[in-house]
Nanobody, 116 residues
Framework: QVQLVESGGGLVQPGGSLRLSCVAS????????MCWYRQAPGTERELVAS????????YSTDSVKGRFTISRDNAKNTVALQMNSLKPEDTAVYYC?????????WGQGTQVTVSS
């Protein structure tokens, strides 16, 4: 079955960095686009970044452009989100997602807290 497992979240001070990872299993990872979403308390889940099968990337939130970088390693079935210059407003639960066979599959999420 499809499984996505995120890791790498934690507590970081403003201006710090974190690298999130999502390991996928249960499908042919290299043939599907991958996305990172985030959800802050009291808000809707929002798309942060996506990466295609060829490595093309897009960032859906202007606030993360230039600070976040999405990447994938097909040999390791992993998609990563490098987050630099973190701000308190980046605090959220971060999820990876794949759209596969007309369904969205989500990981369990990893908490990122940016606070001094």
């Amino acid at each position: 079955q499809v499984q996505l497992v995120e890791s790498g979240g934690g507590l970081v001070q403003p201006g710090g960095s974190l690298r999130l990872s999502c390991v996928a299993s249960g499908y042919t990872f290299s043939t599907y686009a991958m996305c990172w979403y985030r959800q802050a308390p009291g808000t809707e889940r929002e798309l942060v970044a996506s990466i295609g099968t060829s490595g093309s990337v897009s960032y859906s939130t202007d606030s993360v452009k230039g600070r976040f970088t999405i990447s994938r390693d097909n040999a390791k079935n992993t998609v990563a989100l490098q987050m630099n210059s973190l701000k308190p407003e980046d605090t959220a639960v971060y999820y990876c997602k794949v759209y596969l066979n007309y369904l969205d599959y989500w990981g369990q999420g990893t908490q990122v807290t940016v606070s001094s």
